[in-house]
């Protein structure tokens, strides 16, 4: 089992790195653990856990700001935003409850399905402090919107997966919880038709705030869906805009608020693939809107089943271990990039999980890093393609 060290303040954490970088020894940085199955297996690695440093530093509900601490749970920041009736906009998702932490939220960088709305994480971090490959402690971006000088760094560390720098403590934007929130659902479509359906919402007035696609499975008819969000009146108008410029594709029926929760819930989490979980590898393939339903068809060629959030833009998919090879192909011919979240060790061993770049971005990407750790302590063979 590898060693786990414990900082418990950023201090702690200049020494624990400096003394691998002295030693040579490799840091894989830990907020509750819940991911650490993304990426190559069985590296040598020390873990670097932030549970300790847990601390909300300062939250100003009419600032709409939030400064914590990485290992802060999620759910805990959660209830706190909620006692003032705010939220995280980016939606994130508790991979295993009481687990998550922000820091391991911001670090993955997913959003979920009002993305399309209110954007990932990175457009909410307005800051942060972290500790670089040398050791040294040092601050980027600030505590309100506008004050970027100089390299957006932020930009940079949330989605970084712990390859740059420890974040020791993150400032956040927050956003008021909308006051109501109505789902419409169009059923029995087939995907080309979802995906039209799905194109004419986002480009309407309406502010759609997420919409997604679960095709037909175990007898159940395929469900298309769009959320709106906002006070009742509004809606309202905004429903009704909906119903008629969707008309001619199908019936636009209100979907119950509880099986609503439930849908959203399954979708940001791919658990609605679970049925199909005899399929070993999920994969989380981002392609232009446009290319979403055309990449499920794909998809179910080769023998898996998907599903389309962010109005097509993101395609949730289980696939059988013969059709790895082919899902980057299909995502590149697309348009898009494809991420193995999830797969049994032998093909986490074949198939790096991170989508190989481009060789102009890949340099860039080798620069910035170097940057932040000269000496690539920071679980440098996490997303390497394997030795051939
Ligand atoms: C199927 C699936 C669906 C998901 N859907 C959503 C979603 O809809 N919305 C959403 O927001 N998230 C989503 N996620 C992401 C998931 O919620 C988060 O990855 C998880 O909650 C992170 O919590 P953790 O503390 O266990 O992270 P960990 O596994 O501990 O860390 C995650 C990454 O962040 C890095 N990291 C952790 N702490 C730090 C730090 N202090 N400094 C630098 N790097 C750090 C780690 O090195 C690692 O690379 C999804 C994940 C999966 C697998």
Not at 83 to 90: G, P, T, V, Y
Not at 124 to 131: I, N, Q, R, T, Y
Not at 290 to 312: C, P, R
Not at 334 to 350: K, Y
């Amino acid at each position: 089992m590898a060693e786990t060290l414990q900082p418990r303040d950023e201090r702690d954490v200049c020494e624990a790195v400096a003394r691998a970088a002295a030693s040579g020894a490799k840091l894989e940085i830990v907020g509750g653990g819940t991911r650490q199955g993304i990426g190559h297996p069985g590296r040598q690695t020390q873990r670097l856990s932030m549970s300790a440093l847990s601390r909300v530093i300062d939250y100003d509900p009419a600032e709409l700001v939030l400064t914590v601490e990485p290992g802060a749970l999620l759910a805990d920041i959660e209830i706190l935003l909620a006692n003032s009736n705010q939220m995280l906009a980016f939606e994130p998702w508790e991979f295993a409850p009481g687990r998550s932490t922000i820091g391991g939220v911001v670090g993955a960088g997913f959003a979920g399905s009002r993305r399309i709305l209110s954007g990932g994480v990175r457009d909410h971090l307005l800051g942060f402090s972290a500790v670089n490959g040398r050791g040294e402690a040092f601050k980027a971006g600030g505590r309100v919107v506008k004050n970027v000088t100089g390299y957006d760094l932020p930009k940079l560390m949330a989605g970084s997966w712990g390859q740059l720098a420890v974040l020791t403590q993150m400032t956040l934007k927050v956003l008021p919880r909308p006051s109501e929130t109505r789902t419409l659902v169009l059923r029995g479509l087939a995907a080309s038709a979802a995906g039209d359906a799905m194109g004419r919402a986002m480009r309407a007035p309406a502010d759609v705030a997420a919409a997604s696609y679960v095709p037909a499975q175990a007898g159940a008819n395929s469900i298309t869906a769009i959320r709106l969000e906002g006070f009742g009146p509004s809606i309202e108008a905004r429903a009704s805009l909906l119903a008629g410029l969707l008309r001619d594709i199908g019936p636009v029926d209100t979907m119950d608020a509880h099986q609503a929760e439930q849908h959203w819930r399954g979708v940001r989490s791919g658990s609605l693939l679970d049925a199909a979980n005899t399929l070993p590898a999920l994969w989380r393939i981002c392609v232009p809107p446009a290319q979403g339903a055309q990449t499920l068809t794909s998809i179910e060629k080769l023998g898996g089943v998907g599903l389309l959030d962010w109005a097509g833009g993101l395609v949730w998919a289980r696939l059988p271990r013969e059709a790895a090879s082919n899902v980057r192909k299909l995502a590149v011919t697309a348009g898009g990039h494809a991420m193995l979240v999830d797969a049994p060790e032998d093909i986490r061993r074949a198939i790096p999980a991170l989508h190989p770049e481009p060789p102009a971005v890949a340099s860039l990407s080798r620069r910035v890093r170097a940057a932040f750790d000269p000496m690539a302590i920071f679980d440098p063979l996490r997303f390497e393609a394997p030795q051939s």
